[in-house]
């Protein structure tokens, strides 16, 4: 065997110098302690005693909500909970045995929900079970000579008094994520419930309020003798919304059974009376930890019922879009109110055959009668003099393709199309034919329903952008006035009149007598059609979704409502009822008072 | 690992019984009375919890030793021999804990089996620096090229790499004074620690500085350790302060420090335990202890010092170096000397794998005693 000399003494040679490091470094530590425990000994010793004192949160009630006329949306209701003291524990087998009686379930389960926080802080009792029943409670209770480890804890939960009716709108809680506590660790601690939607996450400062906090003094055992002192929890405010919680059922009673979403506002400050998407779910589902099979049927529901329909959902507008085009024609110049087109119920254009709804025509119509009868064939010829470019100018003056800054979060901003989109997004030249598409609302062009009623409420308040907003007296100031002709915006309101008000008008069916409804159909088809199909003869899912946009009183208006039906068919047919519905009892309620 | 001339008296193949006598057993004193003060200090840091931690605690003490006598049977040059297939099961393993393993306190570095469970970081440590020894011995310079110590660092860096995905930063670090201590002790040239202290200094104010913007810092941070609590961090601190000033000259006396008792102190039964025992036992139990650990280390460097040869020489530095930073800075941490961190104290905190890995080294280094005088 090769024998190879080893450098073995120089190894050997340093090891003492690690041996100094290590002196030193004992050294320099046992003087730390000598520091902490001998000269500063009677500073600790004292604070040692100071800290038996033992701080408990006072949980701060959340606030109330309510709609506008006072009626409460949201509540708290007490919930009793079973919680653990371990430090008062003297027989915890016979004490959990006696709870699993009590609760009428296993040991193991108690014993899990032990283990689950085994880790928790001093002093922190353990949350054995949930919601009890007043009967537990007051076997408990009497049991407490006996097992004084038991603590019945009140809990306030939200109960969200018309479940699925406002669900989208008020949101619900959820624990505290990191993020929260990373975002705001002044308000938000870990196990807080916080708003993680809708209304209840926009406003959570505002309602939560602000936990207080009991000192306890404790013995040396653990045991509370005296309160040493107290901060009061600062209940949170209510707040009071724009909501109309009757329109809301109404409206919700209506689109029972269908997927849509409906939305009314008032043009005159923004304040939104109605939002409903259908189909709902049941807030309750989140008062309590859903378990995750639950969530997933939520999240996986054919319909997307957590997906709330008036703002995350974008469509078609159909032909409530002709109304911007009416606006757009008027005040560039391009046409004139008395200009007429002869619609014979289907023209060429782009060496395209195109056709208008209305397979044996209109004859000759001009701007007023191709809006109340909806004329497809007089706006593809409006489009296609305006240009894409122009439409899209004018769309984005009446606040599409943006959010409408509602205080609600999620929103989409929806698309209007233009050729510089095309380039950048689609990477392809714009093509003209398209824009004879667009012209009446189909194509690449997607809105919300709540873009839909502000763009209307352009038209009802004479020219001004609202902000959208559920919360009452939020200041949400009027945009300027929008660089339209007012002339033209009186015009298409007139028009729009007709469209509910005279014969051959599109939206004649939701005509009330006394009050005077001005209006828009719309149609977004599912399926391109090749030739005059009969909707009813269409399997449901290709059926066309149906718009209703309609402002009243037609004079001076103070409601907009807006209704969109998911393969509901033609517009006036499914969403023109729904619209009536809600103004009949708009106004009946503002009769009676 | 390869055989070398020696101040032998006497050649034989196979160490004798009668060298047992010989052995540095003040070692084995020094850790089984760590260990049993650890065992009481444990008792009284959760006894008054549901779950008291002493009988498992016992358990692993058990099986350390069980695992001492069983490493201490076993020829160091034979582990040196399959160092590298051990080392790549160890890398193996550390990967498997990554998808399988089980998460506690936020890292992914458990395997769970029932109540009880296993962190094989830990044992990829006694690995990694079994062939860092077999690599460092062979290398047989004075002074190491800078080749060499790359390739020390990737042996140390791999698994310490695993560990660091698994977001236990704390196990990940104690690769380091493992590998400090070798490479030191095998020969890095002053300006060679320079280099590399600029050069890291500069590369990550840099990095820090200019290349990251907050929200990644926060990020680094938040993924190298997912524990840190911004609003817990003062109070542990605090609280540890409180036990060990209160513990005062001669202590509170046992199970009745306040403090503990009562559950101020958070971790108090693994990474403060020294707290509860600074508490309970004053400055003088605190003196004790330490020198306890100082007779341990002190006496394993006269281990090394009278190897057999380098492998010998270089393995039990190592083991000491991890484990006598382990007492330098979970003691420095408790008393509030440097930044708190998920890093407990050999024999006295509660830990499974970790008490294992502790036996087991302690093995290794008296089979390394045993063995001086043996020729191949």
Known sequence: MKRVREQRECLVSRVPRLQV???????????????????????????????????????????????????????????????????????????????????????????????????????????????????????????????????????????????????????????????????????????????????????????????????????????????????????GNNLHLTLDLELQQEATRYLEGRAGAAVALDPRNGEVLMLVSAPSYDPSLFTRRLNSEQWRELVESPNQVLQNRTIQNTHAPGSIFKVVLANAGLTEGTIEPSDSVFCAGSTQIYNRRTRCWLRRGHGWVNLRRAIKESCDIYFYHLGQKLGINRIAHYARLFGLGRPTGFDIPGEKAGLI??????????????????????????????????????????????????????????????????????????????????????????????????????????????????SWTSNEDLPEQLRDHAWFASFAPASDPELVVVAFVEHGGHGSAAAAPLVKLIYETYFRASDAS | MRPTSAPLTLADNRPHLRHLAGVRWVLLVAALALAGLGLATVHSASSELSLDYLPRQAVWVGVGILALA??????????????????????????????????????????GFGSFGLQPSEFAKLSTAVLLARYLASTNRRYLRLRQIAIACGIAGLPMALVVLQRDMGSAMMFMPLLAGMLFVSGVRWQVVVAA??????????????????????????????????????YQLRQSKIAVGSGQVAGRGYMQGTQSQLRFLPARHTDFVFAVLAEEWGFLGVVGVLMLYATYILNGALVAVRAR????????????????????????????????????????????????????????????????????
Do not use: C
């Open chain 2, 197 to 234: 202290l600029v050069l890291a200094l500069i590369g990550g104010a840099i990095l820090w500085n200019f290349v990251m913007l907050d929200y990644q810092k926060t990020r680094v941070l938040t993924f190298l350790d997912p524990g840190r609590e911004p609003l817990g961090a003062g």
């Open chain 1, 21 to 235: 490091l290590l002196a030193v470094s004992l050294i320099v530590i046992a003087t730390a302690y000598w520091r902490v425990q001998v000269v500063q000994g009677d500073r600790y010793h004292g604070l040692a005693e100071n800290n038996r004192l033992r701080r408990v949160p006072i949980k701060a009630t959340r606030g109330l909500i309510f709609d506008r006329n006072g009626r409460v949306l949201v509540d708290n209701v007490p919930s009793y909970n079973l919680l653990l003291d371990r430090t008062r524990s003297n027989d915890i087998d016979a004490a959990l045995a006696f709870a699993a009686e009590v609760l009428d379930q296993g040991v193991p389960a108690l014993e899990t929900a032990i283990e689950r926080q085994a880790d928790s802080s001093p002093y922190e009792p353990i949350l054995l079970a949930e919601n009890l029943t007043l009967a537990d409670v007051s076997r408990i209770s009497i049991a407490e000579l006996e097992f004084p480890e038991f603590q019945i804890d009140v809990e306030h939960l939200r109960l969200y008094r018309h479940g699925s009716l406002t669900a989208h709108i008020l949101g619900y809680l959820g624990e505290a994520t990191e993020a929260d506590l990373a975002r705001d660790p002044d308000n938000y601690s870990a196990g807080d419930l916080v708003g993680r939607k809708g209304v209840e996450r926009v406003f959570d400062l505002l309602l939560r309020g602000r936990d207080g906090e009991r000192e306890l003094v404790v013995d040396s055992r653990g045991r509370t003798r005296t309160e040493h002192g107290r901060r009061p929890a600062r209940s």
């Open chain 1, 417 to 530: 199309p233009d050729t510089e989109w095309s380039l950048t997004h689609r990477r392809s030249p714009w093509y003209p034919g398209e824009t004879i598409s667009v012209a009446i609302g189909q194509g690449p062009i997607l809105v919300t329903p709540l873009q839909v009623a502000r763009m209307i409420a352009v038209l009802a308040n004479g020219g001004r952008l609202v902000t959208p907003h559920v919360r009452r007296g939020s200041r949400s100031p009027l945009s300027a006035p929008i660089a339209v002709d007012p002339q033209a915006i009186s015009f298409v309101r007139e028009a729009m009149w007709a469209v509910v008000n005279e014969k051959h008008g599109t939206g004649l069916s939701v005509r009330l007598q006394g009050i005077d409804i001005a209006g828009k159909t719309g149609t977004v088809q599912v399926v391109e059609q090749k």
């Open chain 2, 309 to 376: 040869d380098r492998t010998g020489i270089l393995l039990v530095v190592g083991l000491l170096g991890g484990f006598a930073f382990h007492v330098v800075y979970n003691t420095a941490m408790v008393v509030g000397l440097v930044p708190i961190t998920g890093i407990p104290l050999p024999f006295l905190s509660y830990g499974g794998s970790f008490t294992l890995a502790n036996f087991i080294a302690v093995g290794m280094i008296l089979g390394v005693d045993f063995r001086r005088y043996v020729n191949r």
């Open chain 2, 70 to 111: 069983l490493t201490f049977s076993i020829d160091y040059q034979t582990l040196s021999k399959f160092s590298l297939p051990i080392y790549i099961v160890g890398l193996v393993i550390l990967t498997a804990v990554l998808f399988l393993g089980t998460v506690r306190g936020g890292a992914r570095s458990w395997f």
